[in-house]
């Protein structure tokens, strides 16, 4: 996968439309450095070559699909994944770049009683650590550990859900700005946390009208002394459906940035429209597009903040499915983040990914991911003209995976990442090489 931000907030298309961790493929969390990349590989199975054995939440797999039929309300799944790659910049640097071979070794458990496949009355948790080990360079060693509880409950008007995420991301790379390397290790790593609690409502007024409502809460803890950053936002929007095909609302998004020194805390207001184009189970097209206005705090009676930046922002998101075999996606975003580095500024985020998959017959699957990402940074403060640098990012992942059985699957892909940015430091490129196995058990 392709180097991923994390955001202080972003327009949210509704939950019913967004991931699920366990049925979602290739999970990639974002962090506020330029090039952050950490890759959370399939909690079941991957996008690119899904296992006929999730779906159902349990049993089919090695050991569980031995047991015969399961009937029980309770689900549970175990999952192994196992990556092993060679790597020619494995601290994504300009100059001194290190290759060397890692293994990735994730296992992730699922535990969920109810309806936990269909989201309707249902609880789940899952777990997914992940360690990565080099063969020359032990510095670079990881542990990571994700964990989720996702819970909700549906009625004919009402669904209600609960979300909470937790990771703690031991001794990750970034690429960073000359600015940000200096809260980093010498090789450019550090320890991040990133806490999330997502409550949504969606209620039904008449077949046609519908509210959503969801109040959000988001964190992110650095290594000192990377700047760190809290989010506490909430969102309305009001939709009317002119037909099966075509929903379109207004709504109104805010929230409170409280920001570590230097960067001053902030508040932001959205004004969005919402439009979704579904003429039939072979395409679909969610739009969330408007304009923010974000506010900044003084700092103290000598320290005053710049004034109020007006931006737009979207989310975009499509599927085209013409046949049981192939499936295209695109997605496209524009956001506000706060920088993690020591110089009081945040940036804007413009990005496009997209992913083909074809299910060439029974056993094979091709599949090519790609992306593009513009970053721009912006001062916070008035008074310190500090360089406001940009950067752009690209990625492209073509891979092959074959089925050997229903529970376990076994590819092979190669991974180009390649950086420029408006300073030659922040330049660079990866080429990666790897083969990776999943097995349900």
């Not at 990571?144 to 909470?164: A, P, Y």
């Not at 506010?295 to 000598?302: K, L, M, Q, V």
């Given at each position: 996968?392709?180097?991923?931000?994390?955001?202080?907030?972003?327009?949210?298309?509704?939950?019913?439309?967004?991931?699920?961790?366990?049925?979602?493929?290739?999970?990639?969390?974002?962090s506020s450095l330029l090039a952050q990349t950490v890759e959370i590989n399939p909690t079941i199975s991957s996008t690119a070559a899904p296992l006929p054995a999730d779906d159902k939440p349990s049993g089919d797999?090695?050991?569980?699909?031995?047991?015969?039929?399961?009937?029980?309300?309770?689900?549970?799944?175990?999952?192994?994944?196992?990556?092993?790659?060679?790597?020619?910049?494995?601290?994504?640097?300009?100059?001194?770049?290190?290759?060397?071979?890692?293994?990735?070794?994730?296992?992730?458990?699922?535990?969920?009683?109810?309806?936990?496949?269909?989201?309707?009355?249902?609880?789940?948790v899952n777990y997914l650590p992940s360690f990565y080990r080099y063969d020359d360079h032990p510095e670079f060693d990881s542990n990571q550990h994700i964990g989720r509880l996702l819970t909700g409950f549906k009625?004919?008007?009402?669904?209600?859900?609960?979300?909470?995420?937790?990771?703690?991301?031991?001794?990750?790379?970034?690429?960073?700005?000359?600015?940000?390397?200096?809260?980093?290790?010498?090789?450019?790593?550090?320890?991040?946390?990133?806490?999330?609690?997502?409550?949504?409502?969606?209620?039904?007024?008449?077949?046609?009208?519908?509210?959503?409502?969801?109040?959000?809460?988001?964190?992110?803890?650095?290594?000192?002394?990377?700047?760190?950053?809290?989010?506490?936002?909430?969102?309305?929007?009001?939709?009317?459906?002119?037909?099966?095909?075509?929903?379109?609302?207004?709504?109104?998004?805010?929230?409170?940035?409280?920001?570590?020194?230097?960067?001053?805390?902030?508040?932001?207001?959205?004004?969005?429209?919402?439009?979704?184009?579904?003429?039939?189970?072979?395409?679909?097209?969610?739009?969330?597009?408007?304009?923010?206005?974000?506010?900044?705090?003084?700092?103290?009676?000598?320290?005053?903040?710049?004034?109020?930046?007006?931006?737009?922002?979207?989310?975009?998101?499509?599927?085209?499915?013409?046949?049981?075999?192939?499936?295209?996606?695109?997605?496209?975003?524009?956001?506000?983040?706060?920088?993690?580095?020591?110089?009081?500024?945040?940036?804007?985020?413009?990005?496009?990914?997209?992913?083909?998959?074809?299910?060439?017959?029974?056993?094979?699957?091709?599949?090519?991911?790609?992306?593009?990402?513009?970053?721009?940074?912006?001062?916070?403060?008035?008074?310190?003209?500090?360089?406001?640098?940009?950067?752009?990012?690209?990625?492209?992942?073509?891979?092959?995976?074959?089925?050997?059985?229903?529970?376990?699957?076994?590819?092979?892909?190669?991974?180009?990442?390649?950086?420029?940015?408006?300073?030659?430091?922040?330049?660079?490129?990866?080429?990666?090489?790897?083969?990776?196995?999943?097995?349900?058990?």
């Amino acid at each position: 996968m392709g180097r991923c931000r994390s955001s202080a907030h972003k327009v949210r298309t509704y939950r019913h439309v967004l991931r699920f961790i366990v049925l979602s493929g290739i999970l990639c969390l974002r962090s506020s450095l330029l090039a952050q990349t950490v890759e959370i590989n399939p909690t079941i199975s991957s996008t690119a070559a899904p296992l006929p054995a999730d779906d159902k939440p349990s049993g089919d797999g090695l050991i569980s699909g031995a047991l015969g039929e399961y009937n029980l309300s309770a689900q549970f799944a175990f999952h192994l994944s196992l990556r092993g790659a060679y790597d020619d910049n494995i601290a994504l640097t300009h100059m001194n770049r290190l290759g060397d071979r890692f293994i990735q070794i994730q296992p992730s458990v699922m535990f969920g009683v109810g309806e936990v496949a269909q989201q309707g009355n249902f609880f789940m948790v899952n777990y997914l650590p992940s360690f990565y080990r080099y063969d020359d360079h032990p510095e670079f060693d990881s542990n990571q550990h994700i964990g989720r509880l996702l819970t909700g409950f549906k009625t004919d008007k009402w669904t209600v859900r609960f979300d909470q995420e937790v990771a703690y991301l031991q001794n990750i790379v970034l690429a960073a700005s000359s600015g940000e390397f200096q809260g980093l290790t010498p090789t450019g790593r550090t320890t991040l946390g990133l806490y999330t609690t997502d409550l949504s409502i969606n209620y039904n007024f008449t077949p046609s009208d519908f509210l959503f409502a969801e109040a959000l809460m988001s964190r992110r803890d650095y290594a000192a002394p990377l700047v760190s950053s809290q989010l506490y936002a909430a969102d309305m929007y009001f939709n009317h459906g002119f037909n099966p095909q075509i929903v379109l609302g207004l709504g109104v998004e805010g929230g409170v940035n409280n920001v570590d020194f230097p960067t001053p805390d902030q508040s932001f207001v959205q004004a969005n429209v919402h439009f979704n184009y579904t003429p039939s189970k072979i395409f679909s097209l969610d739009i969330i597009a408007g304009e923010e206005f974000r506010e900044f705090e003084d700092i103290s009676p000598t320290i005053r903040a710049r004034d109020t930046y007006t931006t737009p922002v979207f989310s975009i998101g499509a599927t085209f499915t013409p046949n049981d075999n192939t499936k295209i996606t695109l997605g496209a975003s524009r956001q506000i983040a706060n920088s993690a580095a020591l110089t009081a500024q945040d940036y804007t985020d413009t990005g496009v990914n997209a992913m083909i998959r074809e299910h060439v017959c029974k056993q094979l699957y091709l599949a090519v991911f790609g992306g593009y990402e513009h970053v721009g940074y912006l001062n916070t403060i008035s008074g310190v003209k500090l360089p406001t640098l940009s950067d752009d990012y690209w990625y492209v992942q073509p891979s092959a995976d074959i089925l050997i059985m229903r529970y376990w699957s076994v590819g092979g892909y190669y991974l180009r990442r390649q950086n420029s940015g408006s300073v030659s430091t922040v330049d660079f490129y990866s080429n990666e090489y790897g083969v990776r196995t999943t097995i349900k058990f």
